[in-house]
């Protein structure tokens, strides 16, 4: 059981494996992906659609996040759906769009991989490469990504405990990739009003207990869009180093998570009302520069 100095002795809790572990790299973890650092004192924006459907459709969705204030563009080429028969995105094709995208805005781009054999397509168009929430614990996976040379975006299994997810986390770190980004994105609890319980309290978890930067998913963590911003704003409140957010053009002709995705608009003033929340807590959101298209 892992204490820190003041700490009242507790039952509960657990210790981070060695190269996660804040006691064995004392120093946060700053991750720099094209100019912009996730993990140091500015908080980072990565929005975008669930899926990459069409060109049209991320580019728009691409021009539009930039101009709200997102630092990354976030959209799945390989999705993990619930049905075989849902869409399942459009592999390759997808990173193509993706990487006309950054090309057209400037910003880099997160996409995830679900698959040992797609880890070097996918890390070819990515700037962070995203583990999702189901791959978690595919161990053969977290080895390759921890031989690749792209940050990792690296999502809480819905069913794994934070002591569970650190030791996942430690595979990634001992393949000799150090650049991980963790990202609570909600645990299934028996309510199900929301999609998941977005698990906050792992935030400030995860910061004293690892040195690597934190992020938070209200998207999936909620499942609602009228919630993703009030627990958008709640995760920087409790120190986190970023958001993930859904957003789509048309969120009522989405062909994934639409139901839980912003519209344009209310991603702008989500940026604007995060601004004020991390200027209370000391920080501010990381500026890009201007738009070059
Ligand atoms: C996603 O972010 O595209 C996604 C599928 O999320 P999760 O893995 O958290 O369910
Ligand atoms: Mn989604």
Same mark, same amino acid.
């Given at each position: 059981m892992e204490t820190h100095k003041g700490d009242i002795p507790s039952k509960y809790g657990s210790s981070a494996p060695n190269l996660v572990n804040r006691q064995t790299i004392a120093n946060d973890t700053v991750i720099n992906v094209n100019g912009i650092e996730i993990g140091g004192k500015e908080i980072v924006i990565i929005a975008g659609p669930c899926a990459v459907e069409n060109k049209e459709q991320i580019l728009e969705t691409a021009k539009a996040v930039y101009s709200g204030g997102a630092n990354l563009l976030r959209g799945g080429a390989f999705k993990p759906r619930t049905s075989p028969y849902s869409f399942q995105g459009l592999g390759e094709e997808g990173l193509r769009y993706l990487s006309q995208a950054r090309k057209e805005t400037g910003l880099p781009v997160v996409t995830e991989v679900m698959d040992t054999r797609q880890v070097e397509l996918v890390c070819k168009y990515a700037d962070i490469i995203q583990i999702g929430s189901?791959?978690?614990?595919?161990?053969?996976?977290? $080895?390759?990504?921890?031989?690749?040379?792209?940050?990792?975006?690296?999502?809480?299994?819905?069913?794994?405990?934070?002591?569970?997810?650190?030791?996942?986390?430690?595979?990634?770190?001992?393949?000799?990739?150090?650049?991980?980004?963790?990202?609570?994105?909600?645990?299934?609890?028996?309510?199900?009003?929301?999609?998941?319980?977005?698990?906050?309290?792992?935030?400030?978890?995860? $910061?004293?207990?690892?040195?690597?930067?934190?992020?938070?998913? !209200?998207?999936?963590?909620?499942?609602?869009?009228?919630?993703?911003?009030?627990?958008?704003?709640?995760?920087?409140?409790?120190?986190?180093?970023?958001?993930?957010?859904?957003?789509?053009?048309?969120?009522?002709?989405?062909?994934?998570?639409?139901?839980?995705?912003?519209?344009?608009?209310?991603?702008?003033?989500?940026?604007?009302?995060?601004?004020?929340?991390?200027?209370?807590?000391?920080? $501010?959101?990381?500026?890009? $520069? !201007?738009?070059?298209?």
């Open positions: 189901r791959s978690m614990h595919n161990f053969p996976l977290l $080895k390759e990504a921890g031989k690749c040379r792209k940050p990792v975006l690296f999502k809480r299994g819905f069913m794994a405990t934070i002591d569970e997810y650190l030791h996942a986390a430690e595979y990634i770190l001992s393949e000799g990739n150090r650049e991980i980004i963790l990202c609570e994105r909600g645990i299934r609890t028996f309510e199900n009003y929301t999609r998941n319980t977005l698990d906050l309290s792992a935030v400030p978890v995860l $910061k004293r207990q690892t040195h690597l930067p934190v992020i938070v998913d !209200p998207s999936h963590g909620t499942g609602h869009s009228w919630l993703v911003p009030a627990m958008a704003k709640a995760a920087i409140a409790v120190g986190a180093d970023g958001i993930m957010v859904e957003v789509h053009h048309k969120p009522l002709e989405a062909l994934s998570d639409g139901q839980q995705s912003l519209y344009p608009n209310d991603f702008v003033q989500l940026v604007k009302d995060i601004e004020k929340i991390a200027e209370a807590c000391g920080r $501010k959101i990381y500026h890009h $520069k !201007p738009l070059i298209v």
